[in-house]
């Protein structure tokens, strides 16, 4: 079993359609981090969560720290949000334990 | 520009050949990582720096690989004799101390023919 699993593994979905992502981890973590791949592209962190929720423009993340699950929300999606979504579980020492990513392809 | 930079961006070597890759993270950070991510897949953790010192490495990385940061600025990921299956991206992130956020480069693509 993975520390760090994400569903679903790919997901698609039409513009304009509210986009969940989850993420559940099985280590002990300092910090829970949601990152953005683009294909060919470098990556970008967006979130870095310990509790509660996060907002930035269309993205919300939020984490249960009891329940060692994350979900990433994308609101009114667009095809630009498509990208490779990656969970990672950051440890005592900072480094990062990934999830397999989440493939997402919005439709226009 | 002040992010994270890595130089070359594309190598191209053959197998057998040593290959060294260079990144400059943000000058203010003092811990420094280094990950690979073949295709397809999520990046692996290579090896871990808090200024010069390097503080742990992972299982995956052979004794061909080594990495340095010798004045705990910029480091250097070297490769020896390339095997094939080393094709992959290698990323390198910075971090302040004390803080979770990494920032991480555009990455070096190593293709080994």
């Known amino acids: 079993k993975n520390e760090v699993e994400q569903s679903p593994q790919n997901l698609t979905a039409q513009e304009g359609e509210f986009i969940t992502i989850n993420c559940s981890y099985s280590?002990?973590?300092?910090?829970l981090h949601w990152l953005q791949q683009h294909p060919g592209g470098g990556i970008v962190s967006l979130f870095m969560?310990?509790?509660?929720?996060k907002k930035h423009g269309r993205l919300i993340a939020t984490i249960n720290i009891q329940e060692k699950h994350s979900s990433l929300h994308i609101t009114a999606s667009h095809p630009r949000d498509s990208a490779v979504y990656i969970c990672?579980?950051?440890?005592?020492?900072?480094?990062?334990?990934w999830g397999a990513g989440t493939k997402l392809i919005i439709k226009p | 520009d002040t992010g994270v930079s890595q130089n070359p961006r594309h190598k191209i070597t053959k197998r057998g050949q040593n290959v060294t890759f260079r990144c400059d993270p943000i000058?203010?950070?003092?811990?420094l990582y280094w990950y690979r991510q073949t295709l397809g897949q999520g990046p692996e953790f290579l090896t871990y720096?808090?200024?010069?010192?390097?503080?742990?490495k992972s299982r995956l990385l052979s004794d061909r690989f080594s990495a340095e940061r010798p004045k705990g600025s910029f480091s250097t990921l070297e490769i020896q004799r390339t095997e094939q299956g080393d094709s992959a991206m290698y990323l390198c992130?910075?971090?302040?101390?004390?803080?979770?956020?990494?920032?991480f480069g555009p990455g070096t693509r190593l293709t080994v023919l």
């Open positions: 992130a910075s971090a302040a101390s004390g803080a979770d956020t990494q920032y």
């Open positions: 000058s203010e950070h003092n811990r």
């Open positions: 720096f808090q200024n010069e010192a390097q503080l742990e």
């Open positions: 280590v002990g973590i300092s910090a």
């Open positions: 969560l310990s509790s509660g929720k």
């Open positions: 990672a579980a950051a440890d005592s020492n900072y480094q990062l334990i």
